[in-house]
């Protein structure tokens, strides 16, 4: 048996799998993020209505922004509509470039306190001068739907997650989705920030897979990475992993978002060939960007529900 084939016939059937495996054979089955970040938010949907009817209130998401970053800009209209779209109000609260540290924290005090506000989201990244650090560990961690808080990332480490940072945990549901096993596989994330690369690890030895965690000081990257039943890639710079470093039948994660030559979003992953050795891959776009704004809605759920002290 070929070590691809191994990998293969070690995966659990999954309907998902099997419905995209009409791939071209030999090609990796191209995970649909935007298909399951449907799914996702139609399940949030139905349990918002039903929060909505139990408590007489819609569950309710603050999302600041400080500047007018243009990307910033784009991720939170799309996540206001996001939540428009699943039954949660969504507070915008739009501050100038210019704002004080100290402001930001006033109106994060008064969100804290705010009973119709259950999840609280401050865009990323902030203008210089002001410290995200400061800004986060502000945040009620009941409220801390991003998972970044301190204690959210604390609990996730304890093996007791509670609100878990939104993009690794939406490569968990599509790894779940599309039957990946990932208990004893031999994962690799490379990235190590506090909001992707950490978190993602935490989740992956949640999983019980062997993690190992690459970064800039990494020496032996392609070492790293062929070695990998799972990989997940959170750098953001375009062909950093090479196709053929990727081992067969492997599951690819890419997180990354940074523009080619062509002007074209890709992500860290040299696509096209590491397709053609990949078991699953995720696409860019298309893969993981809709799974994090998913998760973000189904943490405000939680939160919520958490909140109410309702299912
Ligand atoms: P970051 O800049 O905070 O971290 C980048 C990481 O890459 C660091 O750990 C750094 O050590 C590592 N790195 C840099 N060069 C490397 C190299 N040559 N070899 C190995 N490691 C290297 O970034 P982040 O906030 O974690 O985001 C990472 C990427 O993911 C970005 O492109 C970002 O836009 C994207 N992202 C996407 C989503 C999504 O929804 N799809 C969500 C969050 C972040």
Redesign the pocket.
């Known amino acids: 048996m070929s070590e691809r084939e191994a990998v293969t016939a070690a995966r659990p059937a999954a309907p998902a799998a099997r419905s995209a495996s009409s791939a071209p054979a030999g090609r990796a089955v191209v995970m649909d993020g935007a298909a399951l970040a449907r799914k996702v938010r139609h399940e949030v949907a139905a349990r918002a209505a039903g929060f909505a009817a139990r408590t007489g209130r819609r569950p309710g998401l603050a999302v600041v922004q400080v500047g007018e970053d243009r990307a910033s800009s784009v991720y939170v209209s799309y996540k206001r509509k996001a939540c428009q779209e699943a039954g949660i109000e969504s507070f915008g609260h739009d501050l100038p470039a210019a704002t004080a540290e100290s402001q930001l924290l006033a109106l994060i005090a008064e969100l804290n306190r705010d009973e119709r506000v259950d999840g609280i989201l401050v865009q990323l990244p902030l203008p210089g001068g002001l410290s995200p650090d400061r800004i986060m560990d502000a945040i009620d961690p009941r409220k801390d739907v991003d998972g970044f808080h301190p204690v959210n990332f604390g609990l996730l480490a304890q093996k007791r997650p509670r609100l878990r940072p939104c ?1 690794p945990y939406g490569v968990i549901r599509l790894a779940q989705e599309y039957g990946i096993a990932l208990r004893g596989v031999k994962a690799t994330v ?4 506090t ?3 950490r978190p993602m690890a935490m989740e992956l030895l949640l999983a019980e897979a062997t993690v190992t965690v ?3 000081a ?1 020496r032996d ?1 392609r070492a790293d990475v062929e070695r990998a039943e799972v990989l997940v890639s ?4 375009a062909g ?1 992993i090479r196709g053929d470093w990727i081992r067969p039948g492997a599951a690819v994660f890419d ?4 523009w080619a030559a062509n002007g074209k979003l890709c992500g860290d992953v040299e696509f096209e060939r590491a397709a053609e050795r990949a078991g699953w891959i995720t696409p860019v776009p298309g893969g ?2 809709p799974m ?1 704004i998913a998760m973000l809605l189904s943490n405000t759920i939680d939160a919520a529900c958490a909140r109410a002290g309702t299912s």
């Open positions: 993009t490379v990235g190590d920030s909001i992707v690369g690459c970064h800039i990494t990257l959170a750098v953001g710079k950093l997180v990354g978002i940074s993981l960007g994090t």
